[in-house]
């Protein structure tokens, strides 16, 4: 089974500022990881994803994250935020073979402010 | 990327009625969808795996009469919250993952945009 815990449950970021939404998973087989987005009465998109090789990875909006096995984190991070940044976030994991749903993070309610 | 609609994308209904929520993959086939529950201001929990042709897989603490899929098609599946009471009012998604197996996008989920359940 997976557990991830995203450690702030919002964080508060004046515009053009950087930012870094915490993410930490628990694991006993290695996973695939995955950073969305929500805005408000929406689904979720898909900023980036983590499945193997660079553990830095790039994703949409300026976004990135870095996958530390030792630590078993995936911090997202963006050097310079914008107000239409303010959304849900979410970390997730889901195992490379098996069944494929996802498990979510608590989220992390990020407030762009001007 | 592929595209996953729901419908209806609100609805507000009586206790003590059903409702029926849609799941289209529109330009993929999806043997497998996952349904999600979202509370206010909180996470995704996943409810259950909806698979075509066979029955579906619920996970611990979801009442399988409660919450009836169908997976009719490649394309479809269904979630019908029958007997709906207030505590039901929750924010439903559903997701579908793209690509074929051994495929880097095998494990990518695409998710609908949502429907909003509220029950009187």
């Known amino acids: 089974a997976q557990s991830v815990t995203q450690l702030d449950s919002q964080v508060p970021v004046f515009e053009e500022a950087p930012v870094e939404l915490r993410c930490n998973y628990s694991?006993?087989?290695?996973?695939?990881l995955f950073w969305y987005v929500q805005y408000p009465n929406q689904g979720l998109q898909l900023l980036l994803k983590y499945l193997s090789g660079s553990t830095l990875v790039k994703g949409i909006n300026g976004f990135e994250a870095e996958f530390n096995k030792s630590q078993t984190s995936f911090h997202l991070r963006k050097p310079s935020v914008h107000i239409s940044d303010t959304a849900e976030y979410f970390c997730?994991?889901?195992?490379?073979?098996?069944?494929?749903?996802?498990?979510f993070g608590s989220g992390t309610r990020l407030q762009v402010q001007p | 990327g592929a595209v996953v609609s729901q419908h209806p994308s609100r609805v507000i209904c009586k206790s003590g009625t059903s409702v029926k929520i849609e799941c289209r993959s529109l330009?993929?086939?999806?043997?497998?969808m996952f349904w999600y529950r979202q509370f206010p201001k909180q996470s995704l929990m996943l409810m259950a795996t909806?698979?075509?042709?066979?029955?579906?897989?619920?996970e611990q603490g979801v009442e399988k009469d409660k919450f009836l899929i169908n997976h009719a098609s490649l394309t479809l599946s269904t979630l019908t919250v029958t007997s709906a009471h207030p505590e039901d009012s929750s924010f439903y998604i559903c997701?579908?993952?793209?690509?074929?197996?051994?495929?880097?996008?095998?494990?990518?989920?695409?998710f609908g945009p949502g429907t909003r359940l509220t029950v009187l």
């Open positions: 997701s579908a993952p793209s690509g074929l197996a051994g495929h880097s996008s095998y494990n990518e989920q695409f």
């Open positions: 330009d993929f086939q999806a043997t497998t």
């Open positions: 909806s698979n075509e042709g066979s029955k579906a897989t619920y």
């Open positions: 694991s006993s087989v290695s996973v695939y």
């Open positions: 997730a994991v889901t195992p490379p073979k098996g069944r494929r749903a996802l498990t």
